[in-house]
């Protein structure tokens, strides 16, 4: 059984560059999370989808940033254009709920994005 | 708002210690659910225990444990026996039933267990 799928793994480009990361959540999940892990801020939660559609944004840092779920198994973060501060490993996550809160989320490896 | 505090950013032990990781949370809801997630060192997120506002019986899997304490405001996590392959961060986390935000991280605590 699949798990949430996140590529690519790692990630180094030179600032300025677009980036994209991708996600397959699990098969049958309606719930969709991007989080970011740093050093500094730890795990913050940028967007969330249901059944597709974005329903809390306001973690997206700023509008460099943006999110898709074009359909219920495949989503996209994009950077652009990315800075060096944008550095961290980003997670992927799904759940089979309409809500996390009251079911496990199941995460991605996630994707290690650096920016020089 | 809701928030977690995770007040011990390191742990070491020496193998087949007992440790407690500590979780204090915040939260206006009667109704919540509290979370712990371990990330060993190939970087994953791995869903351990779930616990929601209403039940406080403490939790035992093998040498894990939980103890719920609403007077307190806490949820913290015990292994018993520790072992080499429990060394990863753990974090606990919090979802209120009401709130837009659907899990709020502590900041993790990492958990060296040294052979």
């Known amino acids: 059984d699949a798990g949430v799928i996140q590529s690519p793994r790692h990630e180094v480009t030179e600032m300025g560059q677009e980036v994209t990361l991708r996600c397959k959540p699990i098969?049958?999940?309606?719930?969709l999370f991007w989080y970011r892990q740093t050093m500094m801020r730890g795990l913050e939660l940028l967007i969330y989808?249901?059944?597709?559609?974005?329903?809390?944004d306001s973690g997206m840092p700023e509008d460099r940033f943006s999110a898709k779920m074009p359909n219920a198994s495949f989503s996209t973060l994009k950077i652009q254009p990315s800075e060096p501060r944008d550095s961290a490993v980003y997670f992927c996550?799904?759940?089979?709920?309409?809500?996390?809160?009251?079911?496990?989320?199941?995460f991605g490896q996630g994707t290690r994005l650096t920016v020089v | 708002a809701q928030k977690v505090t995770q007040a011990q950013t390191e742990i070491s032990v020496v193998e087949k210690e007992d440790v407690t990781l500590d979780c204090v949370y915040e939260?206006?809801?009667?109704?919540?659910?509290l979370f712990w997630y371990k990330q060993p060192p190939s970087g994953e997120l791995v869903f351990l225990i779930r616990?929601?506002?209403?039940?406080?019986q403490n939790e035992i899997s093998g040498r894990y444990s939980w103890n719920f304490q609403k007077s307190t405001s806490s949820f913290n996590f015990t292994i018993t026996a520790s072992q080499v392959v429990d060394s990863a961060v753990y974090f606990c986390?919090?979802?209120?039933?009401?709130?837009?935000?659907?899990?709020?991280f502590g900041k993790g605590t990492r958990l060296s267990v040294i052979a």
């Open positions: 996550a799904s759940s089979p709920t309409g809500s996390i809160r009251n079911t496990e989320a199941f």
């Open positions: 098969s049958g999940h309606n719930s």
């Open positions: 989808f249901n059944n597709n559609v974005p329903i809390d």
């Open positions: 939260t206006r809801d009667t109704t919540y659910y």
């Open positions: 616990r929601n506002s209403f039940d406080e």
């Open positions: 986390a919090l979802s209120e039933a009401s709130g837009n935000t659907p899990l709020v």
